[in-house]
């Protein structure tokens, strides 16, 4: 079946400027992660949903960012007033309730500049 | 807290030949899982082996092994047979029961060579 997708492939944007990026998880999946890949700081954490319970946005760097989840599917992460730190590869990883094993889209490669 | 560590950033192996990434991880929890993960420049991180904490017996998948030493805190993976289709970054991670969150090493960068 269909795997992980994310939108768009590569996204660059001036600095101040907000942007969305959109998470397909795998049919089924009640899970779904974000994390950030950066040279700097490697692959972190942001946010966690499962199913309707609230998400865990521990990981969320500063409150320029948010996401959401319409309908236990589609997740958007949106980042306000973008910084030039924030440019990375944004990766969004989806699984099964009961099942630890996290599947991963092709990410979003985001340049500020 | 959990950590990962990955001291190898990069190795390089002959084609056919056998190469081990070290991978070292500190928990104080009781249950959690241990994967590795390719990532080739395509970006997309691909599930190469997994591993839970509660079973001894090392995890083989096909080429992939793991030699996993609870007792130590440490993961390594054995690649046999060296593909030229292995090269990639490579990350360790941990996943702790309940937290879902993965944990991931710095990576290790593997070349193939012909």
């Known amino acids: 079946g269909a795997g992980v997708s994310q939108s768009p492939s590569n996204k660059v944007t001036e600095k101040g400027k907000d942007v969305e990026l959109r998470c397909d998880p795998i049919?089924?999946?009640?899970?779904l992660y974000w994390y950030r890949q950066s040279l700097g700081q490697g692959l972190e954490f942001l946010i966690y949903?499962?199913?309707?319970?609230?998400?865990?946005k521990s990981g969320l760097p500063s409150d320029r960012f948010s996401a959401e989840r319409t309908g236990g599917s589609v997740s958007t992460l949106t980042i306000q007033r973008t910084q030039q730190e924030d440019s990375a590869v944004y990766l969004c990883?989806?699984?099964?309730?009961?099942?630890?094993?996290?599947?991963f889209g092709p990410g979003t490669r985001l340049t500020v500049t | 807290a959990q950590t990962v560590t990955q001291s190898q950033p990069e190795m390089s192996v002959q084609e056919a030949e056998t190469v081990t990434l070290s991978c070292t991880y500190d928990?104080?929890?009781?249950?959690?899982?241990l994967f590795w993960y390719k990532q080739p420049p395509s970006r997309q991180m691909i599930l190469v082996i997994r591993?839970?904490?509660?079973?001894?017996q090392n995890a083989t998948e096909n080429r992939f092994s793991v030699n996993f030493q609870k007792a130590a805190k440490s993961f390594s993976l054995k690649i046999s047979d060296s593909q030229l289709g292995d090269a990639a970054m490579y990350f360790c991670?941990?996943?702790?029961?309940?937290?879902?969150?993965?944990?991931f090493g710095q990576g290790t960068r593997l070349t193939i060579n012909p």
């Open positions: 990883a989806s699984n099964e309730l009961g099942f630890y094993e996290q599947y």
């Open positions: 049919s089924g999946h009640t899970a």
């Open positions: 949903f499962q199913g309707n319970s609230a998400p865990d």
């Open positions: 928990t104080s929890e009781s249950d959690y899982y």
């Open positions: 591993q839970e904490a509660y079973k001894q």
């Open positions: 991670a941990s996943l702790v029961q309940g937290a879902q969150k993965l944990v």
